[in-house]
């Protein structure tokens, strides 16, 4: 199967180019890759029949500042999947598409077992611009008669993980890391590998699902299995009380202050999603996270 893959030099992009290393595969980064182009920017010139392409280039794991801040996701979220789409339709169509997009299309901070057929409310830059992504992507393959795919991630997890787990990890490390209330909310969240390994089976069957490890570890059993891991105590604890009242000066500290409100309510709140229509479909049946979760040396 000759396979085109955006975003080959992220956390996800590089485990998924090297899951389907034995199929004909073309990375497309800004960069590096096969195919070098900024697809914010963009329409890249493709001079070659895909059956399948598998979008993960993506801007996440930043929170927007700024104007400018806010305006790059739109750019690279959605500007960069139209011109990929362009691109396509410039020279060959693929047979399959797949999707990456993320759970933050729902918008909720507080919710158990959420499933695809939920609302999309999602009002912050990150999550309206996958929404927009995902119909660009939706439109696209229902006029061309592709098989379209759309996979909602939740926390992504593996051995040297971006964004807020790989803060985690270096917090646990280097012993300034706390768990808030016990940190026993729950939080869904998959192995990295897992999706690269299922993606094929997804590919060929098409749809919109949300994929998770089935089990929701809260912060407390993530946090004990990255401490045992790195050969640290299990990290303390700060009460609530303490917490809300260290996030109410952060309101007014702004980003000076590690805790806000904001932040408090996401850490002492359980989201969770449903993942049992993709086990249905293509038999999901992924690694429990605190069972295939290995720290990469490095840390």
Request: charged share 25%; aromatic share 10%.
């Amino acid at each position: 199967m000759r396979v085109l893959i955006t975003g080959t030099s992220g956390f996800l992009g590089e485990i998924i180019k090297t899951e389907l290393s034995k199929n004909d595969v073309f990375d497309l980064n800004r960069f590096s890759g096969f195919y070098q182009v900024d697809l914010s920017k963009n329409i890249p010139d493709l001079d070659k029949k895909f059956d399948l392409v598998i979008h993960v280039a993506g801007l996440a794991h930043l929170v927007p500042k700024t104007k400018k801040q806010i305006e790059q996701f739109y750019k690279v979220n959605v500007s960069g999947t139209f011109n990929l789409l362009e691109g396509l339709d410039r020279s060959f169509l693929p047979k399959m598409f797949v999707y990456i997009s993320s759970v933050a299309v729902y918008g909720e901070t507080n919710a158990e077992l959420i499933n695809e057929e939920s609302a999309l409310k999602a009002d912050d830059p990150y999550g309206k611009s996958k929404i927009d992504a995902e119909k660009l992507v939706l439109n696209w393959c229902e006029r061309n008669n592709i098989t379209c795919t759309i996979l909602r991630l939740p926390l992504l997890v593996g051995s040297n993980p971006p964004g807020n787990l790989g803060d985690m990890i270096n917090g646990i490390k280097s012993g300034y890391y706390f768990n808030i209330g016990g940190g026993f909310s729950k939080k869904s969240m998959v192995l990295a590998v897992d999706v690269a390994k299922f993606i094929l089976k997804a590919a060929e069957i098409g749809g919109i699902y949300n994929l998770t490890d089935g089990y929701h570890p809260s912060f407390f059993e993530l946090s004990n299995i990255i401490s045992k891991q790195l050969g640290k105590k299990t990290p303390m604890n700060l009460p609530k009380q303490i917490a809300i009242l260290i996030a109410f000066a952060g309101d007014f500290l702004g980003k000076k202050s590690p805790l806000n409100s904001v932040k408090l309510r996401k850490i002492t709140s359980d989201l969770t999603f449903d993942d049992s229509k993709a086990r249905k479909a293509f038999g999901w049946n992924p690694t429990a996270v605190l069972k295939g979760f290995k720290i990469s040396k490095t840390y």
